[in-house]
């Protein structure tokens, strides 16, 4: 497993869309964590610490770590705003 399998940068046939060296280890200076290469169904996130624990499992540490735990905490709030809006909107569409 390398630090690029969870990075938005890493494109399908296996090269950095940056141009960057594949690192043979678990870190990377331009590392982009997305949500979507921990959870592929977004109803399968349940909430950040979820994302750190995976994170932590798979030897992600220290600035990749702290990358990892900042999206897993935008895409909670931005779940939840999507989630208030839903209810607004049914709300409104009652009356």
């Not at 109803?43 to 624990?53: E, L």
């Not at 995976?54 to 779940?79: D, N």
Request: hydrophobic content about 35%; some cysteine.
């Amino acid at each position: 497993m390398i630090v690029c399998e969870f990075c938005s940068h890493y494109r399908q046939d296996g090269k950095c869309l940056l141009g960057l060296n594949i690192p043979k280890g678990m870190s990377c200076r331009e590392f982009a964590p997305g949500i979507e290469k921990f959870c592929s169904n977004p109803n399968d996130f349940v909430n950040p610490s979820q994302i750190t624990q995976m994170a932590t499992f798979f030897g992600f540490k220290k600035a990749e770590l702290k990358k990892i735990k900042l999206m897993a905490e935008a895409a909670e709030t931005s779940r939840q705003a999507e989630q208030e809006n839903t209810a607004s909107l049914n709300a409104a569409s009652s009356l």
